[in-house]
């Protein structure tokens, strides 16, 4: 089966349904679409702790924990909108001295502005847009 999240009550009503027979283990598992396994995880938590949750700080805090935070990727965000054509070299080197002082490799950088949706393509964009405007100021002024 799949990974999904069962809630809390899902889990006690068919723990109280077990517990005073009302259906079979096979019914139960069947109807609320548990795995033998996830069940009997349940029940031994049930049986243990009274819940059927675990509340457990490793079950909440799962995965590695992240090199850069929001406003660290607001800040790099900030650095590719002032200026696209940085290389992943030079916005590591940024981050590192003048803004964050955060040393991240420049494929954690990569990683990040691929999760923030910034493509090369975007940049190509967004740095185009940027000379467009000096030329059309010196086209403009060249023809006064």
Not at 8 to 19: F, G, N, P, S
Not at 36 to 60: K, M
Not at 100 to 128: G, N, P, W
Request: hydrophobic letters at 35%; charged letters at 30%; aromatic letters at 8%.
């Amino acid at each position: 089966m799949r990974f999904r999240k069962i809630s809390r009550d899902v889990k006690l009503a068919a723990i109280q349904l077990h517990e005073r027979n009302l259906l079979s283990l096979r019914d139960i598992l069947d109807s609320c679409e548990f795995s033998e396994r996830t069940w009997f995880r349940i029940l031994r938590l049930w049986r243990e702790t009274g819940d059927v949750v675990n509340y457990q700080p490793s079950t909440a805090t799962r995965g590695r924990l992240r090199a850069l935070d929001c406003e660290d990727i607001d800040c790099l965000l900030c650095l590719v909108r002032q200026n696209p054509d940085y290389f992943l070299d030079e916005l590591t080197h940024l981050l590192a001295t003048n803004h964050q002082f955060i040393s991240v490799h420049f494929t954690t950088i990569f990683r990040k502005l691929e999760r923030a949706d910034v493509s090369y393509k975007k940049l190509k964009r967004i740095a185009k847009e940027r000379n467009e405007t000096p030329c059309c100021i010196h086209h403009t002024h060249g023809s006064v």
